[in-house]
């Protein structure tokens, strides 16, 4: 952490500054430049952060130099996590694929899904039985009759089940049904929610936040962390911007990056990155070819037809496809990791 | 709702969206414009807003017409709502000021502000007590101890209170002592949290989303509307742009579209809405004179050594001055109400 | 200028880094924290901006502390300008109004928004002769033959004229027939045409750019600054965010900001700024209780048949009626200006 | 077009609106909702684009239908346009490189760049004469000595050479040496210099603007085709967002998407998408798999010393592994591109 004084800051109100410092236990360095005096803060700077130093007389400005995360940074876990659900791996160099509906409509929709996704290789099964909806009046899920929908469905095409926990009464249960419990966008920086989760020990699927930084996913991340229990698996849903040509703007540059900062996996959601059906399957290969350890995708036997998310639902015949294009490039970038070493 | 099919569809695309319009039980009208095909949906939409017809083969765009919420709307009630927070108004053509610390910190500073937060006009006492924070390494609140703190002082200064309830399981605790329940930026769209809260009887004061829509502000409203019980009090306090200067854009358009949109009042908060002390006094202003029925505002006896939100809190004097300006703006607003009759 | 090591970078990282800013001409000053080594730069650094320091082995990050601009900064010139438009003061305290259509239909249609505004008590009379459109097939203005009538409508009623100048090659013409040379927020960063509209003498005003930062902005008036003619008037209207509900999103914390850190004067563009004419008196007021210096306002004789922005124009009645309030709210700051002294 | 009359709209009301099309010359369809009258707009509505429908009394909204655009269009042109850039087609399948460093230095620094660039397969030198900088006081390139260097070592290299033109002034010298004109993200919407270059013949790499929506873009490609002369490029180059982790927010989806809307080719630019060199690399593969016609990307000899975009810019040893993944990638897509037949 560091504080710039104003040009012509008074030594009075640097000596101000530094008191404070000291108050709080840490030593300072002081760096007098042409212009700026620099004041350099030694020590745990975690327990100052809130120290409004913009409001003493003669500051220009306060730079925070340190990641108010650890538990979650590459540097505290140089390796990579690998997160085992159920004996599915992921972050373990290959590219896993969770596919389903969106919402759980009944056990006839949700076996036919879980068909079709094993058909094109997915190993795990999503689908909402909680669905937070924009208004009161849409549909808000078959809530544990779905999840026992799901769980049956996944169990008898052995694959694993991804499902959404919109809040702490409800953990226990979807817990019971589910191998990941998934933070949804809405609930990012639901604090309580994420605290509470990470105590389950289960894989926790964390999607960014709408209008989620990557600092702040990190950070929400680190909620989890400190439980000690749980594995993050982060998910790129794409952010809220000025654009509406698409539902969301797809940030696939988040995947190099939270691979840079972090040990845990991350994987790709563009289904809701786009929220277009046709844009799908290009988006997913480029999801694949930008590193990702796996996608989430909506998939639909009759999209027509579907309760929710239609319109950027795939049908079988175009996730077949997509999962074709998709083996293609995951062979592709094997040759491309084995030439990086 | 509209459907719009795209230049050179098919009769038989256009019947296949008419007959699934008409399974869904509505009728239909059929537009024969010069480029395109333009199918009118008749009945009520809402049942089908869900439908995919973006995935008919044909089919250009959906256009919804109608909004999701009723009950919040202005045309479901002409009149405003003036809520009443135990015998003061908001909403009544008034200005109502909230004023408090981020954080109560102790029994003493909660005091403290109470006695300068009356001083300068203040109706309404704010104050964390179970704090949000991006790090879980930072101060998270005093929880049921500070609730107690700021009850005692707001009775010592004959003031209301106001304070953030953050999950579910706190409702009932925070409702014992608060007189307003505050719903956090980040839980604008926590569905489960705002359905309890509506339940409570008391008026919710609901913050526009860090990156919130109006409309997915007032369907939010809608949730909260739809329990039939608690009145909703608007909190304009900036989303997240790109800009960086401020901590948030203060979007003061909201209060002329929400009172346009909406029969229940609305608020602005200037200290989240810019995030530095010296920008709060105009933008509180600015507040008033764009209609505002009151503000929540962040004041601190020694800002400097404030846990959070430091930055952006008034002292004393500031705040006193702030509210000085703030009486000649009313009087003057006053004056236009009479003229705008 | 700082650069900040990683932890663990190493003294010969360390020692490359140095030996570049010696290099450069400069001294360093080495602070060991207890994570991070920071390195801070002495001199000036304004000719060591693009070197990237980033990709240096064992650099974390590199922060700039000083601004780029200068003769807009508020240090270099602590009094506010004061813009002289041929005897018209904008910065002096008062509130100048500069109102008139979008575009310049016709001599009659300039000459009936002339006595419009004149009535209301504006002292500026604004109207697009070279008018910027997303769609090539849209009406591109009037030209020459816009100019000479608006010139003629202003001198009819006493009137300073603002019109926009596109670029290079009609600046020229422009400055015959207008008193300020408006540069449009799609230009803010068309740095020819900023060079050379800040060698005509003539006020300049500068609109914010569509997704300019503040700073951005600040640069982009020092690009004016520079020739030493013409002084700049900032003109807010609006930014670019996720928000659709209005056209832009107003950010009257513009105002404050800008008056803190520039000594050039500000005003705002409530119509654009919102886009939808009900909601341009409320933030027409707002603007004044901010603390502009003026506001610059679509008005036009017959809304509904206007040939460009109509749904944002104020009609005669709605224009008299916004400026009996603006004038209410004038006198209330003067009055907050008195007390503040 | 559309016009939405609100609930309760009078007959008269509905009158006047269908009065006001049917003087534009267009007829009307009136389709009674449930709750809303909907006025559709029958005929050439391009002339009415700009009629404030909103105004009127009793209207809720207007919708556009059809897009501004037409020549730019997919529907105007069902095939894609090869863009032929003196022997080297973009937009045949294949996947073109266009390389080179941000600015020229002198003729020693892009020559060298030339050969590593031609070293690695790219097929056309970039390299900035005019530089569009923030702050007046940074470089702003080497002018006509600049485009003489970089057409030299192209020529020596057997590469053709896109660079960047910012005014009108200057386009002329530009085409003399340059293959393809590139405009800036910052003159995207500068319509008359659109409508220049779009008279010279050559082709035209169009950036997209630092906010600019996809539909912009189409119409701002449209002031280039409607003078029949200059085929356009798309450029992706990343959009302003609240994200600051990296320099934009590259937003891939727009590579299919603008497949779906237009007939030109788009390219991708991962060097300015992300602003970090480290993250060219995994984004210009997945610009690669997302399906773009190729990508321009900033390489230097020596990017520490370089005079801009160090920090984004790869050296040799990046670079050629770069090439050597992507050919690896393009092998892929040329694979799954004969699936999809």
Redesign the interface.
């Known amino acids: 952490m560091?504080v710039?004084m104003k040009?012509g800051a008074t030594k009075e109100q640097v000596e101000l500054v530094v008191k404070?410092i000291q108050k709080e236990g840490l030593d300072v360095?002081i760096?007098?430049?042409?212009?700026?005096i620099?004041i350099?803060?030694?020590?745990?700077v975690?327990g100052v952060?809130?120290?409004?130093f913009?409001?003493?007389d003669g500051v220009?400005?306060t730079?925070k130099?340190?990641n108010?995360?650890k538990l979650t940074s590459r540097?505290f876990h140089p390796g990579n996590t690998v997160v085992d659900v159920d004996g599915v791996k992921i972050g373990d160099g290959s590219f896993v694929t969770m596919a389903g509906p969106c919402s759980i409509e009944g056990l006839e929709q949700i076996l036919e899904c879980a068909k079709i996704a094993k058909a094109g290789g997915a190993k795990i099964l999503r689908g909402g039985a909680f669905k937070?909806?924009?208004?009161?009046?849409?549909?808000q899920g078959l809530e544990e009759e779905g999840l026992k929908y799901i769980r049956q469905a996944a169990d008898e095409f052995d694959l694993k089940v991804i499902t959404e926990v919109?809040?702490?009464?409800h953990i226990e249960m979807v817990a019971e049904y589910s191998d990941i419990l998934q933070i949804g966008a809405?609930?990012m920086?639901?604090?309580?929610?994420l605290?509470s989760v990470g105590k389950t020990g289960k894989p926790i699927g964390l999607k960014r936040?709408?209008?989620g930084?990557?600092?702040?996913w990190l950070?929400a991340a680190?909620?989890i962390a400190?439980q000690d229990k749980s594995p993050v698996i982060f998910i790129e849903r794409g952010?809220?911007?000025?654009?509406?040509?698409?539902r969301n703007?797809?940030?696939?540059?988040a995947?190099?990056?939270i691979k840079?900062l972090s040990h845990f996996p991350i994987i790709v959601d563009p289904s809701h990155?786009?929220g277009?059906?046709?844009?799908v399957t290009?988006?997913a290969?480029?999801?694949?070819?930008?590193?990702a350890d796996g996608m989430i995708v909506e998939i639909h036997p009759d999209?027509?037809n579907?309760?929710?998310?239609?319109?950027q639902?795939l049908n079988e015949e175009n996730y077949l496809?997509m999962m074709?294009?998709v083996d293609?490039?995951t062979?592709?970038m094997k040759?491309?990791k084995e030439?990086?070493g």
């Open positions: 560091i710039i040009p404070r360095n760096d007098q430049g042409t212009e700026h620099v350099g803060l030694k020590g745990d975690r952060q809130d120290v409004p913009n409001t003493y220009e400005k730079l130099i340190s108010t995360y540097e937070p909806r924009t208004s009161p009046y849409a549909f919109m809040d702490e009464g809405r609930n920086q639901n604090y309580k929610l605290q936040g709408i209008a930084t990557i600092d702040e950070n680190e909620y400190v952010i809220r911007t000025y654009e509406t040509a698409t703007t797809f940030d696939l540059s995947v190099p990056l840079k990155g786009t277009v059906w046709d844009l290009p988006m290969r480029a999801g694949v070819a930008a590193g999209p027509k579907a309760w929710s998310d239609g319109q639902s496809k074709q294009e293609i490039l062979a592709a040759q491309i030439i990086e």
